[in-house]
């Protein structure tokens, strides 16, 4: 099966939810398992999460981009920005590393998006904003799946 999405809206943490269900139902013809889905929305989740508050900080005026792609049972997803972009991805990258302390954020949203995908990579440029690119490739369906 092969299918495509794209998805705008604005950069305001409300959107964060309508992004994570978009792309929920995106995937529902997959029919992945509980921990697939659950993985899948968290790296949605988090991807749409940075672009909004570290790429826009919540600016409510310019937009977030998703564009998604179904090939046979392999999700590639982008997330992009046209934001403040990166100083240091690779530092960015590090587990607890944060530039918003003071909104409580744990630094692990790139570690989390990296464990729960089957590939990431980050592209950013000062100025210009950030694209994440995710795969996550879903397990074939049998019965046994259907019933977890």
């Known amino acids: 099966m092969k299918n495509e999405l794209t ?20 995937i529902a013809p997959l029919d992945p398992t509980l921990e697939e889905l659950s993985e899948f929305k968290t790296i949605v989740s988090e991807a749409v999460t940075n672009a909004i508050i570290h790429g826009y900080e919540c600016d409510g005026k310019s937009m977030v981009k998703i ?27 590090e587990p607890m590393f944060t530039t918003k302390p003071q909104m409580e954020r744990s630094g692990m949203g790139f570690t989390i998006m990296e464990s729960f995908s089957d590939g990431i990579r980050v592209d950013s440029t000062l100025g210009n904003g950030t694209i994440v690119t995710f795969e996550k490739n879903f397990s074939p369906v049998t019965e046994v799946s259907r019933m977890r």
Do not use: P, Y
Request: aromatic letters at 6%.
């Open 7 to 26: 998805l705008s809206f604005l950069a305001i943490e409300q959107n964060e939810a309508l992004a994570r269900m978009a792309l929920t139902c995106f």
């Open 67 to 93: 564009h998604a792609t179904i090939d046979d049972r392999s999700v590639k997803m982008t997330v992009s920005d046209e934001g403040m972009g990166i100083f240091d991805i690779e530092q960015a990258m």
